[in-house]
């Protein structure tokens, strides 16, 4: 190999800029719809209120940091169940590969938020230096006046939905109203205007400017994509079959009355105008593509003006491309061995986590047993051994348990600093939607044969709602 | 492929359309994909803002030490800003337990929660050396975890020999009274230390010696010991006599251990802790030995 050769080669490939020209369909109206959809859930779910009684936040969803604690609706979620986010993101994956298997990138090209706020800041962008040929002259052209306003204005309205953006991530950390004045009035914490900072930023910087470099450069899905697609999965298609050979329109005219065989494609390029990553659809599924179907609007216009069948690009499987060519009609399964694994794999972690979810006790108990000393001889002879209990309430109410310990013949149990019932069991009050830990002592009294260890069954009663939990440690004897 | 024929870096592979780099290892090679532009420029970007990393961060190593950077950070003092925030923290905590009286700490659950946390931790850093972890205690070394006392296992009396300690020369209220060493001194006879050595095991239900003279071994208890451990060996608290008729002991009660305490004397001492440590500390230490189990 030559080294010295390799010096003179480009450090970088200089991106093309992407113009991409407005277009007018059934599938843009439908991203249209969507996007309205998605920002609508974005920018206004915080202000959502969820009634959970007196001692908690009445935001219907509400990451609280500061008390580690999440709220969704109906769901409290605390630390330690964080394997339900876990299953929320197996279930996200599982669904994201059968939404894959079934018709492509449906996310990519219509839910993204990369592609939802990269095209509302097109929106803005034509607003203001018009479609794909006007923006094309006026960056080509020298500095004006009107190209400044009209430049300065575009991003000083991206800037803004960009702040907008970050002001609307904040506020699901925190109780949105107040925060709102707080900001308002100058008065939020620091760290509130430091993430606002940094999501304007990235809003600003990936929906503005890295546009599809993001898709191509930085998103992993793409490559993922690639791996886990097949030939019967629905996706954008070119249908060469049809449009190939490409002809003008007058020729393939003089072809077909020849006899000859003439594609419908007439080569206007307006897929490729209209495509957000600046590809030509026509040179086959491409890790580029993501799929918004822009394309099919664009070219179903063009077949309507010249008379032709739509959908010469359409949501199309390699299948059927192959099928058509050999003579065969073309047929959609959508229900495939790998559809089903997808499904049969979402319903069994969905139900596994909704039966988790709905049987999950509100009430919690763990036990640890005092190592120094294992256990105690007190004047009289009975043994006595040391545990910390901790007990856990996930009710928005102070809730009295009565602790109980079986096991062994004449055991006892007090706890340290806490009150008793009137059959002596000691009570811990359990402040709403917390933990309390306490020393709780076991004892039992001389002359009761003990093994070296032994099992006992501590049991936790809420006294007003009933509800019991158990679990059990080990008492120690010499 | 001839050897002597470098394949240019601009020549196109056929193949695929893409330029080469003129790599080439036994005919295979390698195409150019470079980079977008800003990916370079961010790898610029992070050269750059290494270099601002350090002018203002500690980064230089030189022969003893290192540049210190143009904002002063260190870890050391970031450290010891922590702590000095953690202090600050607990003393404003801390106020309340001033405040308080140790029947008020008891039944505020919030106060008796941050003295059972700072007593634990104080009893970590002072008291464990002798009593042990978690107050386990040893041989001459009273176990806390227990509900035998010598002197005394309400809080008062805990506080009491928390601050002043047991046999401290420098301190006037200190627990002073202590075993004489019978033996030792020739207050007993050999033959009477082994009497009342086995009687004291009669006391407490152990086995005896079978050749020992039990009646003279109570006499000489009633005589000798019983001022301070009571005529039927359940100890006092106001002199720091334990009970031995219990089944807890702090040397042991096996025959050749009494013997060697009526002989010797006992008279274990522990550091008055009022000099040394804080009111505040002591009262929390105070609740914690307290709760270990034995607390009356």
Redesign the interface.
């Known amino acids: ?2 080294v010295s ?2 010096d ?8 093309k800029k992407v113009y991409p020209q407005s277009v007018s369909g059934p599938f843009r109206r439908l991203k249209w719809g969507l996007l309205v959809v998605c920002l609508a859930i974005y920018y206004l779910l915080p202000f959502l209120r969820w009634d959970r009684g007196p001692n908690l936040p009445d935001q219907a969803i509400l990451l609280d940091l500061a008390h580690n604690r999440f709220y969704f609706f109906f769901i409290e979620i605390w630390p330690q169940e964080v394997y339900y986010f876990t299953g929320l993101l197996v279930l996200a994956a599982f669904v994201l590969f059968l939404m894959n298997a079934v018709a492509g990138r449906i996310w990519c090209g219509y839910l993204c938020p990369q592609t939802v706020w990269t095209d509302l800041f097109l929106a803005v962008e034509r607003a203001f230096e018009g479609d794909r040929r006007e923006r094309m002259q006026r960056d080509d052209a020298p500095w004006s006046a009107d190209k400044l306003w009209r430049k300065g204005a575009k991003h000083l309205v991206w800037l803004m939905i960009a702040w907008w953006t970050g002001g609307a991530w904040v506020l699901y950390f925190a109780d949105a109203p107040t925060l709102v004045r707080q900001l308002a009035t100058l008065t939020a914490p620091g760290m509130a205007y430091v993430w606002i900072g940094i999501l304007t930023f990235t809003t600003y910087a990936l929906a503005g400017h ?1 546009r599809e ?1 993001v898709c191509k ?1 930085m998103c992993p899905w793409p490559r993922i994509q690639a791996a886990l697609t097949d030939d019967e999965a629905l996706n954008v298609t070119y249908r060469y079959d049809r449009g190939e050979p490409r002809v003008s329109v007058k020729q393939a005219a003089r072809l077909r009355a020849a006899g000859q065989p003439a594609g419908d494609c007439v080569d206007c390029r307006q897929c490729i105008a209209v495509c957000p990553t600046g590809i030509d659809i026509r040179d086959g599924a491409q890790l580029d593509c993501i799929q918004c179907g822009l394309c099919i609007d664009a070219c179903d216009t063009v077949m309507d003006k010249i008379g032709r069948p739509a959908r010469l690009i359409g949501y199309d499987t390699e299948a059927n491309l192959k099928r058509r060519q050999d003579g065969l009609a073309p047929v959609y399964r959508p229900l495939r061995l790998r559809t089903a694994i997808y499904a049969a794999l979402i319903l069994l972690v969905g139900g596994a986590m909704l039966y988790q979810l709905a049987t999950r006790s509100t009430v919690g108990i763990s036990v640890l047993h ?4 294992l256990f ?6 009975s043994l ?1 051994n ?1 545990y910390t209990v901790r007990l856990l309430n996930k009710r928005p109410e102070t809730r009295p348990f009565a602790l109980s310990v079986a096991g062994l013949p004449g055991i006892g149990v007090e706890a ?2 806490v009150r008793a019932t009137a059959d002596f069991r000691p009570v811990i ?1 359990v402040d709403p939607d917390s933990s309390r830990e306490v ?1 709780v ?1 076991v004892t039992v009294p ?1 002359g009761t044969p003990l093994e070296q260890s032994q099992v006992i069954t501590f049991t936790a009663s809420d006294l007003f709602a009933g509800e019991v939990v158990r679990t059990q440690d080990h008492f120690i004897a010499p | 492929m001839d050897p002597h024929h470098e394949p240019h870096s601009h020549e196109i592979d056929a193949h695929t359309g893409i330029a080469t780099t003129g790599h080439e290892w036994d005919g295979i090679r390698e195409l150019n994909t470079p980079l977008p532009r800003w990916w370079l420029g961010i790898f610029y970007a992070t050269i750059v803002w290494s270099i601002g990393y350090w002018i203002v961060y500690p980064s230089w190593p030189l022969i003893s030490g290192a540049t210190r950077g143009v904002i002063g950070y260190a870890t050391r003092a970031a450290i010891a800003d922590d702590m000095a925030e953690l202090q600050a923290r607990r003393a404003s905590q801390a106020a309340g337990l001033t405040q308080a009286s140790l029947e008020q700490i008891k039944a505020d659950p919030n106060l008796f929660r941050i003295a059972m946390a700072q007593g634990k931790a104080a009893f970590g850093d002072n008291c464990v050396a002798c009593h042990g972890v978690g107050g386990a205690g040893g041989k001459g070394f009273p176990n806390l975890n227990d509900d035998d006392w010598l002197w005394g296992g309400t809080p008062d009396a805990i506080q009491q020999t928390l601050q002043h300690g047991i046999r401290v020369a420098t301190d006037s209220d200190t627990r002073i009274s202590q075993m004489p060493a019978f033996g030792r001194d020739g207050i007993l006879k050999r033959d009477e230390i082994v009497a009342v050595a086995n009687h004291v095991r009669a006391l407490a239900g152990l086995p005896t010696d079978a050749k020992a003279d039990l009646a003279r071994g109570r006499q000489i208890f009633a005589d000798t010991c019983a001022a301070c451990h009571g005529p039927q060996g359940k100890g006092n608290q106001e002199m720091g006599a334990p009970n031995l008729t219990d089944a807890i002991t702090l040397y042991g009660m096996d025959l050749p251990t009494i013997t060697e305490t009526i002989t010797n004397g006992r008279g274990g001492v522990m550091p008055a802790w009022g000099p040394r440590l804080d009111p505040t500390t002591i009262k929390a230490l105070t609740v914690y030995v307290h709760s270990l189990g034995g607390g009356q």
Do not use: K, Y
């Open positions: 190999m030559s050769e390799a003179d080669l480009p450090l970088f490939a200089p991106s890295m470099q450069f005092e190592r120094t000393p105690v001889r007190l004047h009289d002879g006595r040391a340290v600093g009050d020393r002592l001389p």
